[in-house]
């Protein structure tokens, strides 16, 4: 099943030295070691990781992005560039705790992909609806609103992670006719709307264990897996990757 994609989303996980022994776990790992997985570390340790991962396959990347486009009196911010230089090939964008806790927008969501983009990372668009909106029926406009910035991007190389907000951190798992509906919409609405891309890759997200990874990665337009939970465990973060 090659050519699928997995990132583990450490989120605010790991101390200096426990992101050091999970990403050295992972590295003696030949199904980890690839260019086709991916860590999105905390933002503090990135630097330390990148570092170590030098001449390694396995991908660094970045879990938000300032929306600020270049240098400045921005407190707090890390830019595009900064995560650029060391080392970062990927950023998350709106992933739903984003977009939940920071109440981040889409004019702050089109500004990070541009500036990611522009220094040439590739963005994962993180979309997804909430359990009201899956029942009250109004899940695809909801994430037709979301990949709407989408439009307004330069053609160029993009992710999208479809994580149904309902499913993440919960055990519960969109069923695979769920999975392939909504891969299918997502890379249906892209062809219609948004510029060309290199190619358009939708990666699934939410409770992504490895128990069920191999079934949801051969669901139809499911080119990968954006990990949460699994990815803080060594062992299970591999049998995943065995999967891809
Ligand atoms: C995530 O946060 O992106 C995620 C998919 O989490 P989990 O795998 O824990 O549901």
């Given at each position: 099943?090659?050519?699928?994609?997995?990132?583990g989303?450490?989120?605010?996980?790991?101390?200096?030295?426990?992101?050091?022994?999970?990403?050295?776990?992972?590295?003696?790992?030949?199904?980890?070691?690839?260019?086709?997985?991916?860590?999105?570390?905390?933002?503090?340790?990135?630097?330390?990781?990148?570092?170590?991962?030098?001449?390694?396959?396995?991908?660094?990347?970045?879990?938000?992005?300032?929306a600020?486009?270049?240098?400045?009196?921005?407190?707090?911010?890390?830019?595009?560039?900064?995560?650029?230089?060391?080392?970062?090939?990927?950023?998350?964008?709106?992933?739903?705790?984003?977009?939940?806790?920071?109440?981040?927008?889409?004019?702050?969501?089109?500004?990070?992909?541009?500036?990611?983009?522009?220094?040439?990372?590739v963005?994962?668009?993180?979309?997804?609806?909430?359990?009201?909106?899956?029942?009250?029926?109004?899940?695809?406009?909801?994430?037709?609103?979301?990949?709407?910035?989408?439009a307004?991007?330069?053609?160029?190389?993009?992710?999208?992670?479809?994580?149904?907000?309902?499913?993440?951190?919960?055990?519960?798992?969109?069923?695979?006719?769920?999975?392939?509906?909504?891969?299918?919409?997502?890379?249906?609405?892209?062809?219609?709307?948004?510029?060309?891309?290199?190619?358009?890759?939708?990666?699934?997200?939410?409770?992504?264990?490895?128990?069920?990874?191999e079934?949801?990665?051969m669901?139809?337009?499911?080119?990968?897996?954006?990990?949460?939970?699994?990815?803080?465990?060594?062992?299970?973060?591999?049998?995943?990757?065995?999967?891809?």
């Open positions: 099943m090659a050519g699928k994609l997995i990132i989303n450490w989120k605010m996980n790991t101390r200096a030295q426990s992101a050091q022994s999970l990403l050295d776990a992972l590295l003696e790992q030949p199904a980890c070691d690839q260019p086709w997985v991916g860590v999105a570390a905390p933002a503090v340790y990135l630097a330390a990781l990148g570092a170590r991962l030098q001449g390694r396959a396995i991908r660094l990347a970045a879990q938000d992005v300032s600020f486009a270049s240098d400045g009196a921005y407190t707090g911010e890390v830019s595009a560039a900064m995560l650029q230089d060391i080392g970062c090939a990927y950023v998350l964008v709106g992933h739903s705790e984003r977009r939940q806790y920071f109440a981040e927008s889409n004019p702050q969501l089109l500004a990070k992909m541009n500036n990611a983009m522009a220094a040439g990372l963005p994962v668009l993180c979309v997804g609806e909430t359990l009201e909106q899956r029942e009250q029926g109004s899940y695809l406009a909801v994430i037709h609103q979301q990949l709407s910035i989408l307004d991007i330069a053609a160029g190389e993009y992710l999208i992670a479809y994580e149904p907000v309902w499913a993440i951190g919960t055990g519960k798992v969109a069923t695979l006719e769920q999975i392939a509906e909504i891969h299918s919409a997502i890379k249906t609405w892209c062809l219609q709307n948004a510029k060309p891309s290199a190619s358009i890759r939708v990666l699934y997200g939410g409770s992504v264990k490895a128990e069920n990874a079934s949801i990665l669901t139809d337009n499911v080119d990968g897996a954006l990990v949460g939970g699994a990815s803080l465990d060594a062992g299970s973060f591999r049998m995943i990757c065995q999967a891809a």
